[in-house]
């Protein structure tokens, strides 16, 4: 079964808006990391955050990692439209092998 | 300039046939990989390989033959293909596995009529 677990499965808001979206996972990690794809594309690296790290920023992206409870969140702030994307998060419980979420399709309105 | 560029970036076959997709990098990166990814978006992981050698081999049909003739390429053979085989197929690469972001190509988008 899938190492990660996204919710929502989709989210839509207005321009502006703040989106966060969840990872859950369900073994011990090394990494997390959050990954964006826009539709027909390739996904595009986000953001990794380290097992020891509980917060990690990246201009409008803020990503939580809590351990104890094997989730992760995703936040992006003052959403736009090109932020229209599916959003994955990635976890590499066995070295060299990343596992991905099923994915948030998040679509901000303009 | 593109980082990783697969090729073709569509392709439509028929049932039984056997078709080659291409993956390239130019980062000088050591692991390369292959993904499907189905019409439900759901990504999977076939092959790794890191400097030439493969590492990850998933529970993949016997079918699926990756090929690295260096660290910077990694193709994909798929011998008598099925319908099942319709997906988006994606290579990507990183500096050293899992520990690193990965940098995917464009992907390529397979149809088996």
């Known amino acids: 079964s899938q190492q990660g677990e996204e919710d929502p499965q989709a989210l839509s808001i207005q321009e502006g808006e703040n989106a966060t979206m969840n990872c859950s996972y369900k073994?011990?990690?090394?990494?997390l990391q959050w990954y964006r794809q826009n539709s027909g594309r390739g996904l595009v690296h986000l953001i990794l955050i380290r097992s020891n790290e509980r917060e990690k920023h990246s201009g409008r992206l803020r990503v939580t990692l809590d351990t104890s409870k094997k989730s992760s969140s995703l936040l992006i702030t003052a959403s736009r439209a090109a932020d229209t994307a599916s959003y994955f998060c990635a976890t590499d419980a066995i070295a060299g092998k990343s596992t991905f979420g099923d994915g948030t399709t998040l679509t901000v309105k303009p | 300039d593109t980082a990783v560029s697969q090729t073709p970036k569509y392709l439509v076959t028929q049932m039984g046939n056997d078709k080659s997709i291409k993956c390239e990098q130019n980062l000088g990166h050591d692991t390369m990989y292959w993904y499907k990814q189905d019409s439900k978006k759901f990504l999977k992981i076939m092959f790794s390989?890191?400097?030439?050698?493969?590492?990850i081999n998933e529970t993949v049909p016997n079918r699926f033959s990756p090929k690295s003739p260096d660290k910077a390429h990694l193709n994909l053979h798929i011998n008598s293909l099925e319908l099942g085989d319709s997906a988006v197929y994606f290579c990507?690469?990183?500096?050293?596995?899992?520990?690193?972001?990965?940098?995917f190509g464009p992907g390529t988008r397979l149809t088996v009529t």
């Open positions: 990507a690469s990183s500096r050293r596995g899992g520990q690193d972001e990965q940098y």
């Open positions: 073994t011990s990690i090394n990494n």
């Open positions: 390989y890191n400097n030439k050698e493969l590492i």
